[in-house]
Nanobody
Framework: QVQLVESGGGLVQPGGSLRLSCAASGSLFNIYAMGWYRQAPGNLRELVASITRGGNTNYADFVKGRFTISRDNAKNTMYLQMNSLNAEDTAVYYC?????????????WGQGTQVTVSS
């Protein structure tokens, strides 16, 4: 089992910044990728950014140049630095981890953290 706890969400003005954190605990062996997803009211959950065990990153087009995903392996924590926020970034942001156990692949989710961009 993997437990994921997000933090760092809140209310920010347009153009502002936030840094989200995702603390992972439990059986972290064989996690091969982690990522941030978001879901706005009435919308499907969508990928924001991901990072592999090897450090390769991937970003959705709508955040390229504004958001940066990173991780601190010593702290078992993943981050999402969000800059130049706009109203369209308002959503619940979820942390995601994917791991293998034998021939099976499992996906774990955090409880989410609300990000609201408003003046």
């Amino acid at each position: 089992q993997v437990q994921l706890v997000e933090s760092g969400g809140g209310l920010v003005q347009p153009g502002g910044s936030l840094r989200l954190s995702c603390a992972a605990s439990g059986s972290l062996f064989n996690i091969y990728a982690m990522g941030w997803y978001r879901q706005a009211p009435g919308n499907l959950r969508e990928l924001v950014a991901s990072i592999t065990r090897g450090g390769n990153t991937n970003y959705a087009d709508f955040v390229k140049g504004r958001f940066t995903i990173s991780r601190d392996n010593a702290k078992n924590t993943m981050y999402l630095q969000m800059n130049s926020l706009n109203a369209e970034d308002t959503a619940v942001y979820y942390c995601n981890a994917k791991k293998t156990e034998g021939s099976w692949s499992y996906t774990y989710w955090g409880q989410g953290t609300q990000v609201t961009v408003s003046s």
